[in-house]
């Protein structure tokens, strides 16, 4: 098992820059990549970066190419999402998702994840 807990979000005014966090524990052995997600009511769960554990590569929605970074720090088990001009529309719950093994799956695709954090509200006003 690997428990994800999210943190960092908060109300921000559009324009402004947040940093989240994931911090994985449990079975952290086994991972291959970690994605972060975000949903808001009445709309599908969307992508938004991911990144692989051994050999960093990342992966964004065109949406925050440029603006979003997504990171880690493997001793401590940690990837974070540096998100900067945020505007109304990515105001959401943001998750982070766990892969412990490189499926069939892109990690663009939620199926790809066997573990999911609760989630962080990010507000976005105007």
């Known amino acids: 098992q690997v428990q994800l807990v999210e943190s960092g979000g908060g109300l921000v005014q559009a324009g402004d820059s947040l940093r989240l966090s994931c911090a994985a524990s449990?079975?952290?052995?086994?991972?291959?990549?970690m994605g972060w997600f975000r949903q808001a009511p009445g709309k599908e769960r969307e992508f938004v970066a991911a990144?692989?554990?051994?050999?960093?590569?990342?992966y964004y929605t065109d949406s925050v190419k440029g603006r979003f970074t997504i990171s880690r720090d493997n001793a401590k088990n940690t990837v974070y999402l540096q998100m900067t001009s945020l505007n109304g529309d990515e105001a959401a719950v943001y998750l982070c998702?766990?892969?412990?093994?490189?499926?069939?799956?892109?990690?663009?695709?939620?199926?790809?994840?066997?573990?999911w954090g609760q989630g962080t509200q990010v507000t976005v006003s105007s």
């Open positions: 998702a766990a892969a412990t093994r490189d499926s069939r799956y892109s990690l663009r695709a939620p199926a790809a994840y066997d573990y």
């Open positions: 449990g079975r952290t052995d086994r991972r291959y990549g």
């Open positions: 990144i692989t554990w051994s050999t960093g590569a990342t």
